[in-house]
């Protein structure tokens, strides 16, 4: 099966084409200002490397959140559109259940993304058996996180892994474990086998009804419901 896989939730960005194994894949670095050339750039780069087409491709993988609204959007309407004219499926992606899936601790993996200041967007998730959830993805503040974590780790090993504010970890436990570096930015393989078995599971979208997740307002909502009172 060949799959495009992307991911521009955060300035770290990736896009992948994998076809039972085989990958080629571009890891970049970007901003809110050049997301959308960076992606149609490096997917025609990649396609070019590949010998591959977008008639090719059976499935479209993406990142739908969290992370930058500019960044999400622009992903989501990238895939949308060529899923669209190829009349393809979309799995969309977490990014906090992508980092997780990609980890192997014998213990409880906490899934960390910075949102607004103060705010985190965090995940829970084991692996010991069969990878799973233990909770919700929920947006804390960091003493509302330092609580949770207190309470997690009187029965369970914890290892926190993703962007994770050093003003944060100044008031955790010293008992929560960090994962290397190598593992805080999502791969691009890890998106795509993902995707892979959720498909398999039935867990797909067409492009009418596969929407980003942004979890939080956007800026300028926040800053026009403090003008105006309202969101529209």
């Known amino acids: ?28 670095s970007t901003n809110f200002k050049t997301y959308g050339e960076n992606l149609l750039i490096n997917l025609e780069f990649l396609l070019k490397m590949s010998n ?10 993406v990142v739908t959140g969290p992370g930058s609204f500019t960044g999400l959007r622009i992903g989501a309407v990238t895939v949308k559109t060529l899923a669209q004219i190829y009349k393809k499926p979309i799995v969309g ?57 207190k309470n997690l780790i009187k029965e369970r090993e914890l290892l926190l892994v993703g962007s994770i504010p050093e003003d944060l970890k100044k008031i955790l436990p010293k008992q929560v474990k960090y994962a290397p570096i190598v593992l805080n930015s999502l791969k691009g393989e890890t998106l795509v086998l993902l995707g892979l078995e959720k498909y398999k599971k039935g867990d797909f979208k067409d492009y009418l009804s596969l929407l980003p997740d942004y979890r939080q307002k956007s800026s300028a909502e926040v800053n026009w419901i403090k003008k105006y009172g309202r969101t529209k």
């Open 1 to 28: 099966m060949y799959i495009l896989g992307i991911n521009t939730a955060t300035e770290k960005s990736n896009i992948i084409l994998w076809n039972d194994g085989q990958t080629h894949e571009v890891f970049y």
């Open 52 to 61: 591959w087409t977008l008639n090719n491709i059976d499935l479209y993988c």
């Open 93 to 149: 992606i977490s990014y906090l259940e992508g980092l997780a899936y990609q980890t192997v601790f014998n213990g409880v993996i906490g899934t960390i993304l910075p949102g607004r200041k103060g705010e985190i967007h965090t995940g829970f998730f084991e692996n010991l058996e069969k990878f799973n959830n233990i909770s919700s993805e929920e947006i804390y503040s960091y003493q509302n996180f330092t609580e949770v974590v």
